[in-house]
């Protein structure tokens, strides 16, 4: 019974590293969220994605940041040159095809990221 | 007008008790309004959602009151257990937008 994967759990980075996150949605969830959330603070939703689109990334660094989701394979959070601010834990969210209508969420466990 | 204010930030009830979060938004264009909740190392799990046609929706403990001509909507979580310590966010989203806007989180600890 598979939920939202992601890995890693913990990923440590120097300042000016790269940093990759990854998500595995659930099984039949072609849309993919990513959201930040800082300690003691909700979750900023970050991007939308679904397979091979991005749909929403209003709430993406202009800078820095990106995501992908391919035809095949999880989808991508790259952080290039992370700096001390990015530590955070980053968490993946799918839902099933909407159409028009919300669906809920499932979230994976999420990925810390500390930047040394 | 994308936010949802949620108070209070912090909570604590006793055993047995009633637990009340409050959730207040802007954009009237929200029609979808989810409860999370999250545990310390995981990530947040649906709890409860509600949709604007409707005033209150129960699920075993855990009810969602709806008020639409103020905006606001709120968690209540009758007799309240150890186990129900946790976060709760409140969130919005509209029909087609799929973004999904969070409040800043509750902590409630449920004291035995």
């Known amino acids: 019974n598979a939920g939202v994967m992601q890995n890693p759990r913990h990923l440590v980075r120097r300042r000016g590293q790269e940093a990759r996150l990854r998500c595995s949605p659930m099984k039949g969830h072609s849309h993919v969220y990513w959201y930040r959330q800082l300690p003691e603070e909700g979750l900023k939703f970050m991007v939308y994605?679904?397979?091979?689109?991005?749909?929403?990334e209003s709430g993406m660094p202009k800078e820095r940041f990106s995501a992908e989701f391919p035809k095949e394979g999880p989808s991508i959070l790259r952080i290039q040159q992370v700096v001390r601010g990015d530590s955070a834990a980053y968490f993946c969210?799918?839902?099933?095809?909407?159409?028009?209508?919300?669906?809920?969420?499932?979230f994976g466990d999420g990925t810390r990221l500390s930047i040394l | 007008q994308q936010q949802v204010k949620q108070s209070p930030q912090s909570l604590i009830v006793q055993k047995g008790g009633i637990s009340i979060i409050n959730c207040a938004y802007e954009?009237?264009?929200?029609?979808?309004f989810p409860w999370y909740q999250q545990f310390p190392g995981k990530g947040p799990a649906l709890l409860i959602a509600i949709r604007p046609d409707v005033s209150e929706k129960k699920e075993g403990r855990f009810t969602i009151s709806f008020n639409k001509s103020a905006k606001q909507f709120s968690l209540h979580i009758m007799d309240s257990q150890p186990g129900d310590s946790a976060t709760y966010f409140c969130?919005?989203?509209?029909?087609?937008?799929?973004?999904?806007?969070f409040g800043a989180g509750t902590r409630l600890f449920v004291k035995a």
């Open positions: 994605l679904q397979k091979e689109n991005i749909i929403d």
């Open positions: 969130a919005a989203s509209k029909a087609g937008g799929f973004k999904t806007i």
């Open positions: 969210a799918s839902s099933p095809l909407s159409g028009n209508s919300n669906q809920p969420q499932h």
């Open positions: 954009n009237t264009a929200f029609d979808y």
